[in-house]
């Protein structure tokens, strides 16, 4: 599963088409391990196919086969649950869900939350931001949506003092006599 992931994000991070031929030969590859996949693979396959949903023939092969996209998410749900993401990948699988225009539902939903509210001390801002960003663009009313937004605040606060800092310790140019 690892080297599906690996060549399909090569070729998103590329910005190259992969063509439904390959595409198609990633996938059912993929999916013949989908059971035992790692956290990392799922994560990464989810990513992939959300940044192969710009190319038309690859997001109408994806469309034409719903059910990958319904096992994916399945296996990522249960991943979930058990809290085996990185809050990068925690980003990047709502991510891909934003950019599909999937409705991954509310389990879903409430695992990735549960997920990131678990992490939120090594939770990026940038991060933060994006997946607060995630759930409104999915219509998600997060249920610890107050202690998101504190911890975003905070972070914000945190990142703007440290911006302070830096430019305050960057070395001043000598005065001209």
């Known amino acids: 599963t690892e080297d ?3 060549l399909a994000q090569s070729l998103v991070y590329l910005n190259v088409a992969p063509g439904v031929g390959l595409l198609s030969a990633i996938v059912d590859r993929f999916s013949q391990q989908l059971a035992t996949a790692a956290p990392s693979d799922v994560a990464g396959m989810l990513w992939t196919l959300g ?20 096992d994916l998410l399945a ?9 085996q993401y990185s809050p990068l990948e925690l980003k990047r699988v709502l991510a891909a869900v934003v950019a599909m225009g999937c409705n991954p539902g509310q389990a879903w939903l409430q695992a990735h939350e549960a997920a990131v509210v678990a992490q939120l001390g090594d939770v990026h801002l940038f991060t933060l931001e994006q997946i607060v960003r995630g759930y409104r663009a999915l219509g998600y009313q997060a249920q610890q949506g107050q202690l998101l937004q504190q911890d ?3 972070k914000r606060e945190q990142w703007q003092q440290q911006q302070q800092q830096q430019q305050c ?3 001043q140019p000598p005065e001209q006599q």
């Not at 940044?51 to 319904?70: A, D, I, N, V, Y």
């Not at 296996?75 to 809290?83: E, I, K, T």
């Open 4 to 6: 599906c992931v690996n």
């Open 51 to 70: 940044g192969f949903w710009r190319s038309s023939s690859e997001c109408m092969w994806l469309r034409q086969h719903p059910q990958l996209l319904r």
């Open 75 to 83: 296996v990522n749900l249960r991943q979930l649950a058990a809290q």
């Open 152 to 154: 975003l605040m905070q």
């Open 169 to 171: 310790q960057q070395p």
